[in-house]
T-cell receptor, first 115, second 112 residues
Framework: GAVVSQHPSRVICKSGTSVKIECRSLDFQATTMFWYRQFPKKSLMLMATSNEGSKATYEQGVEKDKFLINHASLTLSTLTVTSAHPEDSSFYIC???????????FGPGTRLTVL | QKEVEQNSGPLSVPEGAIASLNCTYSDRGSQSFFWYRQYSGKSPELIMSIYSNGDKEDGRFTAQLNKASQYVSLLIRDSQPSDSATYLCAVTVTGTASKLTFGTGTRLQVTL
């Protein structure tokens, strides 16, 4: 399958700061990328769908001004958690979609801890 | 709200046995169906995809699809302790490019 990378893999920050997470598809051009959040022992929750060159589509209940998504190229999407608070601490995972059968390939995830 | 239903488990099988994981979905327009494996603390990994009714085999894994019954299953033969993980069923959302609806996952435990 396709290779998707995420950076950083782990980040600890102070409350009120902003954190940027990068997601790269390394071996194919992803027209669509997805951002998920997963709390411990809970299921994946889709936050937003990101299309190259256009605004992201956010799921209901996800604040677009808090979770800024940029998909500037076919291989890179970024998620910025603005003014992070402890309740934003979670496992953030991106995926790249668009294989022959619309598969999604996941990055390794970023574990965010907000103190 | 389109849904994907899975038994949360845990499903416990002895090493060497066949593990059978099941999934039902409500979106009749779904065209592609996937099984992902997720180890604790890690991101999901695609292990099987299926698009047509019937069986699809890949190594120890067999995916089965019945669109009329809106049912997808995953069989794992000769289960190994390393297969212990949560298995997520996912189906495409009609009218979207690549968007998936995920089940909550079935936790599989392979015992020695």
């Amino acid at each position: 399958g396709a290779v998707v990378s995420q950076h950083p893999s782990r980040v600890i920050c102070k409350s009120g700061t902003s954190v940027k997470i990068e997601c790269r598809s390394l071996d194919f051009q992803a027209t669509t990328m997805f951002w998920y959040r997963q709390f411990p022992k809970k299921s994946l929750m889709l936050m937003a769908t990101s299309n190259e060159g256009s605004k992201a589509t956010y799921e209901q209940g996800v604040e677009k001004d808090k979770f800024l998504i940029n998909h500037a190229s076919l291989t890179l999407s970024t998620l910025t958690v603005t003014s992070a608070h402890p309740e934003d601490s979670s496992f953030y995972i991106c995926s790249a979609g668009g294989g022959d059968y619309n598969e999604q390939f996941f990055g390794p995830g970023t574990r965010l801890t907000v103190l | 709200q389109k849904e994907v239903e899975q038994n949360s488990g845990p499903l416990s099988v002895p090493e060497g046995a066949i593990a059978s994981l099941n999934c039902t979905y409500s979106d009749r327009g779904s065209q592609s169906f996937f099984w992902y494996r997720q180890y604790s603390g890690k991101s999901p990994e695609l292990i099987m995809s299926i698009y047509s009714n019937g069986d699809k085999e890949d190594g120890r894994f067999t995916a089965q699809l019945n669109k009329a019954s809106q049912y997808v299953s995953l069989l794992i033969r000769d289960s190994q302790p390393s297969d212990s993980a949560t298995y997520l069923c996912a189906v495409t959302v009609t009218g979207t490019a690549s968007k998936l609806t995920f089940g909550t996952g079935t936790r599989l435990q392979v015992t020695l």
